[in-house]
């Protein structure tokens, strides 16, 4: 069982996959807006309510901050990579996936998917081992956004790549040593975005598979952002190329 904490991923869980939710707890003598709304969605999809104590939903989420509700459903389910690449944005002629090489900090994988999902990405895939997976903690660190797109955890990310550039993908590597500015690029056709982990950045079978390195240009005296700001750029920027804005 998962316990999902936090009045916007309580509410965008409820909005979204009510088949995986069991019922609701809340903190009792909760009664702000926000709450009200969620117990009123709740009510309206047949999902139980629970008024607990404080003390019991601080237990249930191991004292984390969870603003007075959670809910609790099954683990989240991971998707196929077909069903991924299928899954275009409909405003959008082409499709983006945000590979993931990785990741291992919860934060930076929840800031991720939250804007994957506002840049219209298809979908986002993590390795299956030694990288963070899909938490309540990450959940709540996306607002939400990881109960609406897709992602998932592949066995092999370099095989993964392989499979994306035989379905007709162009597959760039954030870089921060590259030679192209992320602003260089049209970004025409169909889009593999490949970032690294925290500290090591991509593998080196995973580079050998990239057809063009990108990266932030860094007018500070640091070598490089932290990889959820460089994806924010690098994702919007290949968004506004899209919009032609």
Same mark, same amino acid.
């Given at each position: 069982m998962q316990v999902i904490y936090g009045v916007k991923p309580v509410m965008e869980t409820l909005k979204s996959d009510v088949g995986r939710i #069991?019922? $609701?707890?809340?903190?009792?003598?909760?009664?702000?807006?926000?709450?009200?709304?969620?117990?009123?969605?709740?009510?309206?999809?047949?999902?139980?309510?629970?008024?607990?104590e404080k003390e019991y939903l601080e237990k249930l989420v191991n004292g984390k901050y969870h603003q007075g509700i959670a809910c609790l459903c099954e683990e989240y389910s991971y998707t196929?990579?077909?069903?991924? $690449?299928?899954?275009?944005?409909?405003?959008?002629?082409?499709?983006?996936?945000? $590979?993931?090489?990785?990741?291992?900090?919860p934060q930076n994988l929840g800031s991720l998917i939250r804007t994957a999902h506002c840049c219209g990405a298809n979908g986002i895939v993590i390795p299956e081992n030694r990288a963070a997976s899909v938490t309540p903690t990450v959940?709540?660190?996306s607002a939400g956004a990881a109960q609406y797109i897709p992602i998932v955890?592949?066995?092999?990310?370099?095989?993964?790549?392989?499979?994306? #550039?035989? #379905?007709?993908?162009?597959?760039?590597?954030?870089?921060?040593?590259?030679?192209?500015?992320?602003?260089?690029?049209?970004?025409?056709?169909?889009?593999?975005?490949v970032m690294g982990s925290e500290g090591k950045g991509m593998r080196p079978l995973t580079m050998k598979k990239c057809d063009f390195f990108v990266s932030v240009p860094i007018l500070g005296k640091v070598d490089s952002l932290n990889v959820s700001v460089a994806a924010g750029i690098i994702l919007y920027e290949i968004t506004r190329k899209r919009f032609k804005v």
């Open positions: #069991k019922k $609701v707890v809340v903190s009792s003598g909760r009664s702000m807006e926000n709450i009200r709304n969620i117990l009123k969605l709740a009510e309206q999809k047949g999902i139980d309510v629970e008024f607990r196929g990579l077909d069903e991924v $690449v299928e899954n275009c944005c409909k405003s959008l002629k082409n499709s983006l996936i945000l $590979v993931l090489d990785g990741i291992t900090d959940i709540k660190i955890k592949a066995v092999n990310i370099s095989n993964t790549v392989d499979y994306l #550039k035989e #379905k007709g993908f162009w597959i760039y590597g954030a870089d921060a040593r590259a030679g192209q500015s992320v602003y260089s690029f049209d970004y025409d056709g169909h889009v593999g975005l």
